[in-house]
């Protein structure tokens, strides 16, 4: 049972460069999320999308882009990586949403630093 | 502007005791409450949720209620044991909203022995 993949799990980038942050689940999901946790806060929404082909922006989502190709797979890509980007990426999918209330599972999370 | 508020960042509890742990929200339109555990260099994991149409919601050890009019929810643990200890993310998501889930700031529950 994989769940929610999340790849890699650790990068330093240099400020200015870019990469894609990988994100792949399962089990099926129509929707899926994409958060960042930074130190001593809760988690905020950067996109999210709920089925193929169709994305929208969250709480903070400038500096980020997503596609969402297939079911199966959100990857986040950060243009032109600053210092605010440091953070801790968490990935998650939900196989309903909208009216439909259910809880949202989670990837182990890419710890990402910019220096 | 928070609208999901947990406002003790530690709790500390002796083993086999009560744990409460604290949220309030400000959001109306939110109608659904989730309360998700964390270890750390691992990501959240559900535990166990309420809708707003129920004041209670139990599951084994764990008891969620919501009190609408005080827009405050909370999450017992009983008894507490020392694989509780974690962060606890208290999250709450919009009335037909597509858009995830609202976060707190969460609550690092230590269980001492």
């Known amino acids: 049972n994989a769940g929610v993949t999340q790849t890699p799990k650790f990068r330093i980038l240099k400020i200015g460069q870019s990469m894609t942050l990988q994100c792949t689940q399962d089990?099926?999901?129509?929707?899926m999320y994409w958060y960042r946790q930074d130190p001593g806060m809760g988690l905020k929404l950067i996109y999210y999308?709920?089925?193929?082909?169709?994305?929208d922006k969250g709480e903070v989502p400038n500096g980020y882009n997503v596609s969402r190709s297939t079911t199966e797979d959100f990857p986040l890509r950060l243009e032109l990586a600053a210092p605010s980007q440091t953070s801790v990426y968490f990935c998650?999918?939900?196989?309903?949403?909208?009216?439909?209330?259910?809880?949202?599972?989670f990837g182990q999370g890419t710890r990402l630093t910019v220096v | 502007d928070q609208q999901v508020k947990q406002n003790s960042p530690s709790l500390s509890v002796q083993e086999g005791r009560i744990s409460i742990l604290n949220c309030d929200y400000t959001?109306?339109?939110?109608?659904?409450f989730l309360w998700y555990k964390k270890y750390p260099a691992e990501g959240p994991t559900f535990l166990i949720s309420?809708?707003?149409?129920?004041d209670k919601n139990e599951d084994g050890r764990f008891t969620v209620f919501l009190n609408k009019s005080a827009k405050h929810l909370s999450l017992h643990i009983v008894p507490s044991q020392p694989g509780d200890s974690a962060v606890y993310f208290c999250?709450?998501?919009?009335?037909?909203?597509?858009?995830?889930?609202?976060f707190g700031k969460g609550t690092h529950l230590i269980i001492q022995p």
């Open positions: 999250a709450a998501k919009r009335r037909g909203g597509a858009d995830g889930l609202t």
């Open positions: 089990m099926n999901h129509n929707y």
């Open positions: 999308s709920v089925g193929a082909g169709i994305t």
């Open positions: 998650a999918s939900s196989p309903r949403g909208g009216a439909l209330n259910t809880e949202a599972f």
């Open positions: 959001n109306s339109m939110f109608d659904y």
């Open positions: 309420i809708s707003s149409i129920k």
